[in-house]
């Protein structure tokens, strides 16, 4: 009896019905890629890289720029409309930070998908690129648990609030993105 219940949990992770849990390493060599797209009308849509090394590069605007670092076309009408900042931060901050999105959801394939909108509002989007523990992932979502924690990190980003000080905490632990 004692086998049949392994096997059978054993299939589940295997087919995806249960996922075990990832805990992020302290790996320098870990980094997201988020880009985020609101659907607000008028609202510019950002980039972030979380570097595991303790980085953090921002960028905002509506250049092509925001979405490409090797945009051309300097003829764009918004060519100028960009902001960036670079941030550095003690790097359990950024596996802080790393853990938060996993824990989100951002590495399960069910997250992976946009969903259609019958009435035709507009969602937020957000593309994730993610090397975490040497594996590669890609999501573009609309999920909502996920694009709560973009949304918050670009808040705490644009205070001019380094993500370890949230709360007031200085610590530099992570505890302070969480």
Same mark, same amino acid.
């Given at each position: 009896m004692k086998n049949a219940i392994v096997t059978l949990f054993a299939a589940a992770l295997i087919s995806g019905c249960a996922t075990a849990p990832v805990e992020v390493s302290d790996s320098q060599l870990n980094w997201l890629n988020i880009t985020y797209k609101p659907a607000e009308q008028g609202a510019k849509p950002s980039r972030i890289n979380l570097i595991g090394v303790g980085s953090i590069e921002f960028m905002e605007g509506r250049s092509p720029r925001v979405a490409n670092d090797f945009a051309q076309d300097t003829e764009h009408e918004?060519?100028?409309d960009f902001y960036q900042e670079k941030l +550095? &931060?003690?790097?359990? &901050? %950024?596996? +802080?930070?790393?853990? %938060?999105? $996993?824990?989100? +959801?951002?590495?399960?394939?069910?997250?992976?998908? %946009?969903?259609? $909108?019958?009435? +035709?509002?507009?969602?937020?989007?957000? &593309?994730?690129?993610?090397?975490?523990?040497m594996d590669k992932y890609v999501c573009i979502t609309d999920d909502d648990e996920l694009l709560a924690q973009v949304r918050r990190l670009v808040a705490i980003v644009k205070t001019g609030k380094t993500p370890e000080k949230e709360n007031g905490e200085t610590s530099g632990n992570g505890e302070g993105a969480k």
């Open positions: 918004h060519w100028q +550095g &931060v003690p790097p359990d &901050v %950024i596996r +802080g930070w790393l853990q %938060i999105f $996993v824990d989100a +959801g951002m590495l399960e394939k069910s997250k992976n998908k %946009i969903r259609k $909108v019958k009435d +035709g509002t507009p969602r937020d989007i957000a &593309v994730f690129h993610a090397n975490i523990d």
